[in-house]
């Protein structure tokens, strides 16, 4: 039976093997009974689940009421059946693998069909390693596939990991390069402005890849003078510097199979650039002060704000290493270039603190506005130290203007006075242009004595809490703001 579809070599013994973790489905689609029968045979003593048929309209009813993981179907001769068959499947199905059978007669139907999705493709008669061989590709695929469909899933419900939060097209497009770079061990290259979340990337990209019970090792090589980073990275050995008691093994070897985390590696010196290049290359390490070398297999990940492809050109950091890094890049976007993901990120801080301090605090509707025009050039990072202060400082739950980092309250007085210019601007009349801070002191005197001395009702009408504005008076050294000036 199996001589009508295998070749010689097949008639060896079929080889049995562990079968894989997740049984995976394989629906077969052949009208030579012979050739069904062998091909279910092959992929039973495989593993899989196996379904066969030789009509097409049966396949497509069978698809329909239960989806298989793989599809291996035959390109009869003279028919377009299974090219619209591949179709078919890969416009409700995109996520099947699809490998194609031929004859020599319809090797143009089989590129047609690799053109339509197809994964794979053998050509009758073939071997039993060779459908082996492409059945466990076929079935390696799927599961990086589904791998990596379930982490954007992931991603996409939990809003990433610690500060990774947000659903504007830019994180949607990081999430989806995340869901992939996470299943290789390629080397990984972050870029971005400071404070938008590179080590948390990073350290979703071990959480989520297939050693992530292996260690995460951090190393920032720009807060560390050259000797103590070149000790950090590779190790040493005992005695081979002053206060070296005992050997020590360096980030890439003590990572096991983890991931290294080189962050702000454009720091590093040119010297220790072609020591880590000569590490990544030979896949080994000489620890300071010894004559011996260490295998490492760790992955590694590294971290820049700066410019490397510019330092390159300048001759600061080397071409071969940022080639060796740059395997696979992402760059971060600006916390400015996503203004839709503040309110979420802010809401996520907020939500922290009140769990830690046990009140709800929430943004006044001016503080959250002010904080959507700001240009945050701190990112993130500068964006939960604004949320953080202003909870620090606030006089009750809700968060005003007030409350914000001077830089933002500057900001939102700024832009008070742009809509005031622009309503003097309709009457034909030129503004005088007067200092924020006068500005300010006569909207808090105005307030307070419309308010006949109440400081704490003036302060809500502000928009400010209490604690600000007894500290603006006293910055103002106004004692009584009551008696006429």
């Known amino acids: 039976m199996l001589e009508t ?9 079929i080889p049995q093997v562990t079968e894989p973790a997740a049984k995976l489905y394989l629906l077969v689609v052949d009208a030579d009974p012979a050739a069904r029968s062998a091909c279910s045979e092959i992929a039973a003593s495989l593993g899989y689940a196996v379904e066969s048929t030789g009509d097409m309209g049966q396949a497509r009813d069978m698809l329909h009421g239960h989806v298989a993981d793989i599809l291996l179907v035959n390109m009869p001769y003279g028919s377009n059946q299974g090219l619209e068959l591949v179709s078919e499947v890969k416009l409700l199905y995109p996520e099947m693998s699809v490998i194609v059978m031929t004859a020599s007669g319809t090797v143009n139907a089989a590129v047609e069909a690799m053109r339509r999705g197809a994964s794979d493709y053998l050509s009758k008669p073939f071997a039993v390693d060779e459908l082996s061989t492409v059945l466990e590709r076929a079935a390696a695929s799927h599961m990086t596939d589904t791998a990596s469909r379930q982490l954007r899933e992931r ?26 770079v996470a299943q290789s061990s390629h080397p990984v290259l972050i870029l971005g402005e400071s404070g938008t979340g590179k080590e948390l990337v990073a350290r979703t990209i071990h959480a989520y890849g297939p050693n992530a019970q292996k260690p995460f090792l951090p190393v920032d090589c720009g807060s560390l003078v050259p000797t103590l980073i070149e000790s950090e990275l590779f190790g040493y050995v005992k005695g081979a510097f002053t206060g070296a008691n005992r050997s020590k093994d360096g980030l890439l070897v003590s990572a096991e199979g983890g991931t290294a985390f080189l962050d702000e590696v454009g720091e590093l010196s040119l010297d220790l650039q072609a020591k880590l290049l000569r590490a990544l290359q030979e896949r080994e390490v000489r620890p300071v002060g010894a004559n011996h070398r260490v295998p490492i297999k760790a992955r590694i990940v590294a971290a820049t704000n700066r410019d490397l492809a510019a330092m390159v050109e300048k001759g600061t950091f080397r071409k071969d290493l940022f080639y060796r890094l740059n395997v696979v890049n992402l760059r971060l976007p600006s916390l400015r270039n996503r203004r839709e993901d503040i309110p979420p990120l802010a809401a996520h801080f907020l939500d922290r603190i009140s769990r830690e301090r046990g009140i709800k605090f929430t943004l006044s509707d001016e503080a959250l506005r002010t904080m959507m025009r700001y240009d945050w050039p701190g990112n993130v990072r500068e964006l939960e130290n604004a949320v953080q202060r202003a909870c620090a400082l606030s006089s009750g739950p809700v968060l005003h203007l007030g409350d914000l980092p001077t830089q933002l309250q500057q900001h939102g007085l700024e832009a008070h006075r742009a809509a005031a210019l622009g ?9 005088r242009v007067r200092p924020l801070v006068e500005l300010e002191r006569e909207a808090i005197l105005n307030a307070i004595r419309a308010l006949n001395g109440d400081k704490i009702q003036a302060a809500k009408l502000l928009g400010i809490g209490k604690t600000t504005l007894y500290r603006k008076l006293k910055e103002f050294g106004i004692s009584d703001p009551l008696p006429d000036e």
């Open 5 to 13: 579809v295998l070749s010689s070599r097949a008639m060896e013994f």
């Open 155 to 180: 991603l996409r419900v939990s809003q990433g990991l610690g500060a990774m939060i947000g659903h504007s097209s830019e994180m949607e497009k990081l999430y989806r390069i995340l869901s992939k």
């Open 423 to 431: 309503a003097a601007g309709n009457t034909g009349e030129a503004p």
